[in-house]
């Protein structure tokens, strides 16, 4: 439980962007992983759309995942129509969470013509082996619903996969984006950014980098291009497809984005991110003493211990900041395990541009140095010189680590 946020039941609820545009978001709680791979305890709300003219377009799907498509129906039903009355289904992202419902909808509604981009037509042939009934759109291209309901589609490849486009309603201003702006944690019955308090707001801020780091990180220059690209359209409501909908402030989210797509051009937040290991509690002690000497300086930091935290955690620290430390004993000639998952992590998702110092103990022989060079290779880290030492550390390796907390510490406030 956070403090100030109710998590509550399954819910499923409708808003109304407009008098044409409403919302539909169901919030599912699960202990499965997110990708496979991210724990989402605080869960995820999945969000589609439907704009009413005379014709009638549902963007982006849902999986079925937690009854999720027996909720969606509910809620068409509170709008007084039925899936057989969806003209057009638009998907502006393939990836499964929201399209792995797509061949039971096809069969509900033979008739509704699915669009995307090409690329993304190629994945639902691929994905769900349907071959009719499909339209392929281009940069810039319209789809006219009647009265006076507009859809434009915008490619924006990489964000964060490669036939990803938003979708843009120009009379209500909503930009429809899918995976871009979105963020882990259900919802509730509340859906817009001014329906939610401050302490829940401070909630999203962290669970929207944590979704960030793990999802979109390593495609930060495509963010940046696709943020640009948009620049040109009065967004007044941005609408993604995971977390709130922004109607009071949508510049709020979008100006986000472009400060998490920063860090990975680095330096990042002045602050330092202690990731450590340890068997026997000899490179703990050892952390204790940089831990000491960072302190002295008072430059902020985040501690995270592997294996017993989610690398999922460790990653959303470790991006944003712009200091490192690694703390891990030698094991069996190489480094901890855990911290080689983590590093190798970092490697996959382009974790560059970071000062580190990297400290740990070892028994009878030493050999994680070399296991850690390996792995960092390509990532750019400033390194200062590393630490070790052989079992108990010593009052002189005792001081010689709180002069090094200090030294990274120093380097880290006077970044620009």
């Known amino acids: 439980m956070v403090e100030g946020y109710s998590f509550g039941e399954h819910i499923m609820s409708v808003h109304v962007i407009s008098d044409a545009v409403f919302y539909i978001h169901t919030d599912i709680h699960t202990t499965e992983l997110f990708e496979g791979i991210w724990p989402i305890p605080y869960g995820v709300s999945l969000n589609t759309y439907v704009v009413k003219g005379e014709k009638i377009a ?30 057009y289904l638009i998907l502006n992202h393939l990836e499964p969470d929201h399209t792995g419902w797509l061949k039971k909808f096809r069969e509900r509604n033979p008739r509704v013509e699915i669009i995307s981009t090409l690329k993304g037509i190629n994945l639902v042939k691929s994905f769900f082996k349907i071959d009719t009934g499909l339209r392929a759109v281009k940069d810039g291209e319209t789809l006219d619903l009647g009265k006076g309901k507009m859809l434009t589609f915008v490619e924006t490849p990489n964000i964060h996969w490669p036939e990803t486009m938003v979708t843009w309603e120009a009379a209500s201003g909503t930009l429809f984006s899918c995976d871009a702006f979105g963020s882990f944690g259900v919802l509730g019955s509340k859906g817009f950014d001014d329906e939610f308090t401050e302490e829940e707001h401070a909630f999203f801020e962290k669970e929207s980098l944590r979704y960030y780091a793990n999802i979109v990180s390593s495609f930060s220059g495509f963010v940046e291009r696709g943020i640009k690209k948009l620049a040109g359209l009065e ?17 709020t989210i979008i100006e986000r984005y472009l400060r998490y797509a920063s860090y990975a051009k680095g330096p990042g937040e002045k602050e330092i991110t202690l990731i450590w290991g340890s068997m026997y509690g000899n490179t703990k002690q050892g952390l204790d003493a940089v831990i000491r000497g960072i302190e002295q300086e008072e430059v902020p930091y985040s501690i995270h211990r592997v294996p017993d935290e989610d690398v999922s955690y460790i990653l959303q620290d470790a991006y944003k900041n712009s200091g490192l430390v690694l703390a891990m004993p030698t094991y069996e000639y190489a480094m901890f395990p855990p911290m080689a998952w983590v590093l190798d992590i970092f490697r996959r998702k382009h974790i560059t541009g970071k000062t580190v110092l990297r400290i740990g103990s070892w028994g009878w022989v030493g050999g994680a140095k070399k296991d850690y060079e390996q792995a960092i290779e390509g990532l750019k880290w400033n390194n200062l010189e590393s630490l070790e030492w052989a079992g108990v550390p010593s ?3 005792l001081a010689a680590l709180e002069a090094r907390g200090r030294d990274l510490a120093r380097i880290i406030k006077e970044q620009v």
């Open 58 to 87: 549902l963007i982006d799907l849902v999986r079925d995942w937690v009854d999720a498509p027996k909720q969606l129906e509910k809620a068409f039903a509170s709008l007084g129509i039925g899936f057989d009355a969806v003209d």
């Open 395 to 397: 009052e002189e390796d």
């Open 235 to 251: 967004i007044k409501c941005v609408a993604p497809s995971h977390g709130m909908v922004w109607r009071k402030k949508p510049h």
